[in-house]
């Protein structure tokens, strides 16, 4: 059911009565001054800074306003609602909107000061006209909020550290800010003050660019849930008692942040970990609900040794409640010392999803660890390989055709999706050893390699669809042309 807004005409307006019709033709024309500055007489110095910022979002064409007029005895049913409901509206509306509201009417001049969330972002950076400094706006608008903030956000295109956001962030209620975002795009790492680490309401974190150090006898965020962290410079010596000390943490995102000589994680609440970056160890001390993983490496400082494989392997077989692995195939090549490609010592005995990206099959060593892990994984029930191949190299074929038909490790794989698929020996012999292997396989998905894939994949499909099976459900499809 469509609500109607109206203006209310206060005898305060030195315009006095106007339509919806003329208000919504002032704000297409550009001319916020009409509005920014004189809907009301303004005598204090707050009510002319407040209208200021008003007159700067209201200059901006408002294509979208459609607005219809209720006669005077009609109820005002939006501003009839509760606070809270206003509040929460005012929340998911964009900055720009959420100002547009105080044209509304007098009752509407000031709620948009008590926004719940304020997010300065792409389209809040596209608003402004040339002559209007953005850090002085965003000054303004959080020194003149008013009521709870939960929520800050500054991920502005192309911002650079500055020391305004001290500012700001000392005019952050550190009582109720529960979602807190900081996105440095250009400069120096942002320091994050001392001030930042009061806030104990935060449930969400993200940082980009910036410098994490917990001041001295700082206790953790003890409702942190979700902590997301990219190009952030870390103290590799006292992030784990950080992370230990957040004990409600469940999502945690490292993104080419410190490299670490021994990434360790105590989270007993941790359901999800994304890490990109270097480490030389991994070591999951209290980690029984972590059920998600991904890991992928920046560079090959990672590699110290011949047992770096295995012992990533180890630690994450130590984890009871794994079920999804995405790692990258070349961090596997270690596992040759250690019986590739037959099964490990260890196994992933929870695991059922498993992503190996950047599989090289042109080489033998990786296909025989990616080997090597999917028979380490007894209950895997899906499987996802991203190819990287450039050249065709015979042995990696022969070697694959060499292969014995699996001896009952692969009893629970379903799907399978092969992503980037050229078709070359290597990939079909390896799709060839699957088809056979898998014995409850219901789906083998292709995704043919564009750059290097003539006719769609069809003839590749064709080839693949001679190969025996060992499920009688099996099905070869064009993952980019259901029904084949």
Request: charged share 25%; with cysteine; glycine share 6%.
């Given at each position: 059911?469509?609500?109607?807004?109206?203006?209310?005409?206060?005898?305060?307006?030195?315009?006095?009565?106007?339509?919806?019709?003329?208000?919504?033709?002032?704000?297409?024309?550009?001319?916020?001054?009409?509005?920014?500055?004189?809907?009301?007489?303004?005598?204090?110095?707050?009510?002319?800074?407040?209208?200021?910022?008003?007159?700067?979002?209201?200059?901006?064409?408002?294509?979208?306003?459609?607005m219809r007029s209720l006669g005077?005895?009609?109820?005002?049913?939006?501003?009839?609602?509760?606070?809270?409901?206003?509040?929460?509206?005012?929340?998911?509306?964009?900055?720009?909107?959420?100002?547009?509201?105080?044209?509304?009417?007098?009752?509407?001049?000031?709620?948009?000061?008590?926004?719940?969330?304020?997010?300065?972002?792409?389209?809040?950076?596209?608003?402004?006209?040339?002559?209007?400094?953005?850090?002085?706006?965003?000054?303004?608008?959080?020194?003149?909020?008013?009521?709870?903030?939960?929520?800050?956000?500054?991920?502005?295109?192309?911002?650079?550290?500055?020391?305004?956001?001290?500012?700001?962030?000392?005019?952050?209620?550190?009582?109720?800010?529960?979602?807190?975002?900081?996105?440095?795009?250009?400069?120096?790492?942002?320091?994050?003050?001392?001030?930042?680490?009061?806030?104990?309401?935060?449930?969400?974190?993200?940082?980009?660019?910036?410098?994490?150090?917990?001041?001295?006898?700082?206790?953790?965020?003890?409702?942190?849930?979700?902590?997301?962290?990219?190009?952030?410079?870390?103290?590799?010596?006292?992030?784990?008692?950080?992370?230990?000390?957040?004990?409600?943490?469940?999502?945690?995102?490292?993104?080419?942040?410190?490299?670490?000589?021994?990434?360790?994680?105590?989270?007993?609440?941790?359901?999800?970990?994304?890490?990109?970056?270097?480490?030389?160890?991994?070591?999951?001390?209290?980690?029984?609900?972590?059920?998600?993983?991904?890991?992928s490496f920046s560079s090959m400082?990672?590699?110290?040794?011949?047992?770096?494989?295995?012992?990533?392997?180890?630690?994450?077989?130590?984890?009871?409640?794994?079920?999804?692995?995405?790692?990258?195939?070349?961090?596997?090549?270690?596992?040759?010392?250690?019986?590739?490609?037959?099964?490990?010592?260890?196994?992933?005995?929870?695991?059922?999803?498993?992503?190996?990206?950047?599989?090289?099959?042109?080489?033998?060593?990786?296909?025989?660890?990616?080997?090597?892990?999917?028979?380490?994984?007894?209950?895997?029930?899906?499987?996802?390989?991203?190819?990287?191949?450039?050249?065709?190299?015979?042995?990696?074929?022969?070697?694959?055709?060499?292969?014995?038909?699996?001896?009952?490790?692969?009893?629970?794989?379903?799907?399978?999706?092969?992503?980037?698929?050229?078709?070359?020996?290597?990939?079909?012999?390896?799709?060839?050893?699957?088809?056979?292997?898998?014995?409850?396989?219901?789906?083998?998905?292709?995704?043919?390699?564009?750059?290097?894939?003539?006719?769609?994949?069809?003839?590749?499909?064709?080839?693949?669809?001679?190969?025996?099976?060992?499920?009688?459900?099996?099905?070869?499809?064009?993952?980019?042309?259901?029904?084949?």
């Amino acid at each position: 059911m469509g609500v109607g807004v109206r203006f209310l005409q206060g005898s305060g307006s030195r315009h006095g009565r106007r339509s919806a019709r003329q208000a919504a033709a002032e704000l297409d024309s550009g001319g916020f001054g009409l509005l920014g500055f004189g809907l009301l007489a303004i005598g204090r110095r707050q009510d002319l800074q407040i209208e200021e910022i008003s007159g700067i979002f209201l200059g901006f064409a408002c294509e979208d306003l459609k607005m219809r007029s209720l006669g005077r005895s009609e109820a005002d049913l939006i501003s009839n609602l509760p606070c809270s409901i206003i509040e929460n509206i005012l929340g998911c509306l964009p900055m720009r909107d959420a100002v547009r509201t105080s044209i509304l009417s007098r009752e509407w001049r000031y709620k948009w000061l008590t926004c719940p969330e304020l997010v300065f972002d792409f389209w809040f950076d596209q608003m402004f006209l040339g002559n209007h400094k953005l850090e002085t706006i965003i000054y303004e608008i959080l020194r003149l909020h008013q009521g709870p903030l939960l929520k800050f956000a500054l991920q502005v295109p192309d911002f650079r550290s500055c020391p305004d956001i001290d500012q700001w962030i000392d005019l952050l209620p550190n009582n109720n800010i529960q979602d807190f975002t900081l996105h440095i795009s250009r400069g120096d790492n942002y320091v994050l003050p001392p001030r930042l680490f009061a806030f104990q309401q935060l449930r969400n974190l993200k940082l980009y660019k910036c410098a994490f150090n917990p001041p001295p006898g700082f206790k953790g965020f003890s409702k942190l849930v979700d902590l997301d962290l990219q190009n952030v410079e870390l103290v590799p010596e006292t992030f784990a008692n950080f992370i230990a000390s957040c004990p409600n943490l469940e999502r945690l995102r490292l993104m080419d942040c410190t490299s670490f000589d021994c990434l360790e994680i105590n989270a007993s609440k941790l359901k999800f970990l994304e890490f990109h970056g270097v480490f030389k160890s991994v070591s999951f001390k209290n980690c029984p609900s972590l059920a998600e993983v991904k890991i992928s490496f920046s560079s090959m400082d990672f590699k110290t040794g011949n047992r770096f494989s295995f012992d990533l392997i180890k630690s994450l077989s130590s984890l009871p409640a794994l079920e999804e692995l995405h790692l990258q195939a070349y961090v596997l090549e270690d596992l040759t010392e250690f019986g590739a490609p037959k099964k490990l010592p260890v196994a992933l005995k929870t695991l059922k999803t498993l992503h190996l990206s950047d599989m090289y099959f042109e080489k033998t060593e990786e296909i025989s660890c990616a080997l090597c892990l999917i028979r380490s994984s007894p209950n895997l029930q899906k499987l996802k390989i991203t190819a990287f191949t450039f050249d065709v190299v015979e042995a990696v074929a022969e070697f694959l055709r060499a292969q014995k038909i699996s001896d009952g490790s692969l009893t629970q794989l379903k799907t399978v999706d092969m992503q980037l698929f050229s078709g070359i020996e290597s990939e079909m012999e390896f799709v060839k050893y699957l088809l056979a292997s898998a014995t409850a396989l219901e789906e083998m998905a292709i995704t043919p390699h564009a750059g290097s894939v003539s006719d769609g994949g069809e003839s590749i499909l064709n080839e693949l669809k001679q190969f025996p099976r060992a499920s009688p459900k099996a099905e070869i499809i064009n993952s980019e042309k259901k029904g084949w």
